[in-house]
């Protein structure tokens, strides 16, 4: 659902719900091999943003450290991820773009890690592809 600052979303069962207060969403597609296997797809749409504009309003969220600066919230009855943090040294955080209730409009920009993309999936758009991280972003771990 979407309202005048912002957008809401919510895991599989229901019990996390989140807000995120933020009026434009941005998509990077992901096609890094924990992406993959987290959400269980060819690739994750993750949508970036600054970690006060992402608010938990119900339910409590488990976490899974899925590299050594990385770490992944979910939900602890139904496993949605809902949050993934530390990819990036300036404290931002993803929110995977499935979860947001309905279909509130999400500008993809770009595609990363496209070097560990599977065979089977082929990219038909024409925005930048990356090996791995853009230039400019500080990733904290090795990519
Ligand atoms: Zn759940
Ligand atoms: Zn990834």
């Not at 969403?25 to 993959?36: A, F, P, V």
């Not at 970690?51 to 992944?72: C, K, M």
């Amino acid at each position: 659902m979407t309202t005048d600052n912002g957008h809401s979303g919510g895991c599989l069962c229901g019990a996390v719900r989140f807000r995120v207060e933020r009026i434009h969403l941005t998509g990077i597609n992901c096609y890094c091999e924990m992406c993959r296997k987290a959400h269980g797809g060819a690739f994750s749409t993750h949508v970036p943003m600054r970690r006060d504009q992402f608010v938990l309003t119900s339910g409590s969220l488990a976490v899974f450290n899925s590299s050594a600066e990385g770490r992944r919230e979910y939900c602890p009855d139904c496993g949605t991820h809902v949050l993934v943090h530390g990819q990036t040294a300036d404290g931002s955080v993803a929110v995977p773009a499935g979860t947001f209730d309905g279909d509130p409009p999400i500008s993809l920009v770009s595609h990363i890690f496209v070097r560990d993309k599977v065979g089977w999936y082929e990219i038909a758009d024409d925005l930048p592809q990356f090996d791995g991280w853009p230039p400019g972003v500080v990733n904290t771990h090795p990519a």
